[in-house]
């Protein structure tokens, strides 16, 4: 069964302390490894999608990378403004429907 | 990037009652999709919207409850049909966008419609 796991569950840091989400996937056929932002209350927010192993792509204090098995998510001297859930999907064989893990509830302390 | 618009934002429904979202798209898209997202979970897909056909739904969906129009390339509605509360949820649109330079597919979300059922 294609499964997208994500760790941890919530992360408290304190401002300017770097830190990296988890995202593990097993599923047969990868097309793609997205990362989204969802605030409260709001739609989630794209933020990357990674296509092969050895991939990075970097936005802001964001750098997400991709292995054969896993993605991280890097956040480099988080700012109280990077809190939010972050979320992975997976995009697996010949269509675009996303597999979601379960999300890493990100908190950055001032 | 696709500019989504949902409506309702929220409402307040009663058991029994159905209701219908729009989710409307400042440009033509090929794929749009319907997610659910219950209190503190992740997302789940629904179903994708097929334009000038029938939509195709996962696993423990079905049409009678959820019923999807999709008339054009810049819109579908989803109807949550005879609700109880286990229907409460945020339910989302998104639509895949396909930008140059980068002809790679990304999935695009609307603000979403937050339901709750009484």
């Known amino acids: 069964e294609d499964q997208v796991t994500q760790s941890p569950e919530a992360l408290r840091l304190q401002e300017g302390e770097s830190s990296s989400l988890n995202c593990s996937y097993t599923?047969?056929?990868?097309?793609?490894l997205f990362w989204y932002r969802q605030d409260p209350g709001k739609g989630p927010e794209f933020l990357f999608t990674?296509?092969?192993a050895g991939e990075e792509k970097e936005k802001e204090r964001l750098k997400a990378t991709l292995t054969k098995k896993e993605s991280f998510l890097h956040i480099t001297a988080p700012k109280p403004e990077d809190s939010a859930t972050y979320l992975c999907?997976?995009?697996?064989?010949?269509?675009?429907?996303?597999?979601f893990g379960t999300g890493t509830r990100l908190t950055i302390i001032p | 990037s696709a500019v989504i618009s949902q409506k309702p934002s929220r409402d307040i429904c009663q058991r029994g009652t159905s209701l219908t979202i729009q989710c409307q798209v400042d440009?033509?898209?090929?794929?749009m999709f319907w997610y659910r997202q219950q209190p503190g979970q992740s997302l789940t897909l629904i179903a994708t919207?097929?334009?000038?056909?029938?939509?195709?739904?996962e696993s423990g969906f079905v049409i009678d409850k959820f019923p999807i129009s999709r008339p054009n390339l810049t819109f579908s509605t989803l109807t949550v049909s005879n609700m109880s509360p286990e229907d409460s949820s945020i339910y989302l649109c998104?639509?895949?966008?396909?930008?140059?330079?980068?002809?790679?597919?990304?999935?695009?979300f609307g603000p979403g419609t937050r339901l709750t059922v009484l």
């Open positions: 998104s639509v895949e966008g396909r930008t140059l330079p980068h002809p790679n597919n990304e999935q695009f």
């Open positions: 599923v047969s056929g990868l097309r793609g």
């Open positions: 990674l296509y092969s």
């Open positions: 999907a997976a995009s697996i064989g010949g269509n675009e429907k996303l597999t």
């Open positions: 440009s033509q898209v090929t794929m």
């Open positions: 919207a097929n334009q000038g056909s029938e939509a195709t739904y």
